[in-house]
């Protein structure tokens, strides 16, 4: 690394200079604190004494220990230019330990076989990898098995850096380069990486960076000054508690090119998920507070570092994003308006007749629709109990047919695709196997209908096209999915009527939801000549092709 760059804010491999690195004999440590009078570090190697790094005219401090060891603990001592000490863990430590607030000596390297997957994001499966570990039968050779087997592509992973707060599901790191230890250790994660990118799957992981865990131990005024947060109060944390990182220092910068550059090379990642791009985009994450432009500069440099990697940049936000970052793939939330359709009664959903229209007939081919974990625990209840009444199995499967025949990428949360009735916890196990029989009915329609999306232009083809039928009655939907010669009629009942429709086409039909064979009952088409009639049952759906 060269330093000025590092000074300029313009370095991404700060990581390979600062940090701890192996020499011949020992290991030499780095740190930057351009305006501390003395930094000392402390550690297993030196029995707990101070000793003093050199300090360069760039701000960087060094030593070499030569009997440091792997896995030895270590701090920092900052000493301020007003005579505060303080202790500090390494910014760029690849191992810590969150316990002791302790740096680790030593980091895991790993040769991948594998390449990255060049597949479109199709169909995304988001994982909190805590909860699944919880589950005593979990491997990660089962995750890859589970993923192939219910056509998912690629694995979108929540947050995998160390955080401290076991509440904030991991968005509030506190060690951008460490691995977190509660999800065993970085080279068997990597080993998995490499597994899944021979089954052709791609691996996704969320960064939140624009936030920072506020402990003493970590980033706040790391040289006795704010080094890498603001200086001022009313803007130096968010709504949350957790302290922002001021984007217009050079420091922070370099920081964070480094950290996104580290996690797209040391575990070979198929492309970041920039998570929360909101509270960067505005300040403190309000849209009337305006633009923060230091913030949009530093976001289309971490994106250029993402393609530079021939990774995939994504997004997700919670609001609107009206500015033109070079984005692959946006997460919208929109299908979380419409689960809360879903939550209506049947009569009151067809109010909300112009939401679905929109979805179908917009285009969405550069956007991913679907469930985060968000919908698996907001109203402390999961995507299948938060529909309306009794009867949700059904309409689940409905709410499935309708997300996967829409022109867009789609992303589920884990559970989902089992219809999961649990809600999503950070301290309870989520599981990959079904555990009723009408979870197992379930799994296998959605195995059904996504296999039948991944194998179907008309659906997955990002060249498709979408147009909408006038159908008369409240809240049935009927649209057409083309790709050039292929043509598909997609039919959607969000209502408890029964209708019966006159088909103007010749129609196979490929999935029904009230095939026996997903617990239905029995009421399917088959093959329909035109001007037959189509059933189509209450909450029911079904996809024909057009012969």
Not at 226 to 236: A, E, P, R
């Amino acid at each position: 690394m060269d330093s000025k760059l590092f000074i300029k804010g313009k370095a991404s491999d700060a990581y390979n200079f600062f940090g701890n690195h192996s020499k011949e004999k020992g290991y030499i440590f780095r740190v930057f604190a351009k305006e501390a009078v003395k930094v000392e570090i402390i550690g297993d190697f030196n029995d707990w004494q101070g000793q003093n790094l050199r300090k360069y005219s760039s701000g960087v401090f060094s030593t070499t220990i030569k009997n440091a060891r792997e896995d030895d603990r270590y701090q920092y001592i900052i000493t301020s230019k007003n005579g505060v000490k303080t202790k500090k863990i390494d910014p760029f430590a690849q191992k810590v330990s969150l316990e002791e607030n302790s740096s680790l000596v030593g980091g895991d390297s790993y040769k991948f076989n594998n390449k990255k997957t060049k597949k479109t994001p199709n169909n995304i499966y988001q994982v909190h990898l805590g909860s699944l570990l919880k589950d005593k039968e979990f491997t990660f050779d089962k995750l890859i098995d589970h993923c192939i087997k219910n056509n998912f592509d690629y694995i979108s992973f929540m947050p995998l850096t160390e955080y401290k707060n076991y509440k904030s599901y991991g968005y509030k790191t506190s060690n951008f380069l460490a691995f977190s230890t509660r999800y065993k250790d970085s080279k068997e994660f990597k080993n998995f990486v490499d597994k899944a990118h021979a089954k052709n799957i791609g691996i996704l992981a969320e960064l939140d960076l624009y936030e920072f865990d506020e402990s003493s131990y970590f980033l706040e005024n790391f040289d006795g000054t704010s080094l890498y947060n603001y200086d001022y109060d009313d803007i130096k944390y968010n709504y949350y508690g957790a302290m922002n990182f001021d984007p217009s220092k050079n420091s922070s910068r370099s920081f964070l090119l480094s950290v996104v550059n580290f996690w797209l090379k040391e575990y070979n990642l198929d492309g970041i998920v920039l998570a929360n791009i909101e509270n960067a985009i505005y300040w403190q994450g309000q849209k009337d507070r305006g633009i923060n432009k230091e913030w949009i500069s530093l976001i289309s440099k971490i994106i250029e570092i993402i393609h530079k990697n021939k990774a995939l940049a994504l997004a997700s936000y919670n609001g609107i994003c009206d500015l033109d970052f070079d984005l692959d793939y946006i997460y919208d939330l929109s299908f979380r308006q419409i689960l809360r359709i879903m939550q209506k009664s049947p009569f009151e959903r067809n109010n909300y007749r112009i939401n679905i229209q929109n979805l179908i007939i917009n285009d969405t081919s550069k956007k991913i629709l679907g469930f985060s974990f968000v919908d698996s625990f907001l109203d402390e209840a999961s995507l299948a109990m938060k529909i309306y009444g009794n009867e949700k199995i059904s309409q689940l499967k409905t709410l499935m047919t309708f997300l996967y025949s829409i022109d867009s990428s789609k992303m589920i949360f884990m559970g989902d695709e089992l219809a999961s009735f649990d809600t999503f916890s950070v301290f309870e196990k989520t599981t990959l196997d079904t555990t009723t029989n009408e979870s197992k009915v379930f799994n296998k329609y959605f195995k059904n209908l996504t296999n039948l999306y991944k194998n179907e232009n008309a659906l997955s083809n990002k060249d498709s096209s979408s147009k909408l039928l006038d159908l008369e009655g409240y809240s049935i939907y009927g649209f057409i999915r083309e790709c050039k010669n292929d043509k598909l009629l997609v039919l959607i009942n969000f209502t408890d009527l029964e209708y019966k429709i006159k088909s103007p086409y010749n129609l196979e039909e490929l999935i029904n939801t009230e095939d026996l064979i997903y617990d239905g009952n029995g009421n399917i088409n088959g093959k329909v000549n035109k001007n037959d009639f189509i059933k189509i049952m209450p909450f029911g759906s079904a996809i024909f092709r057009i012969k």
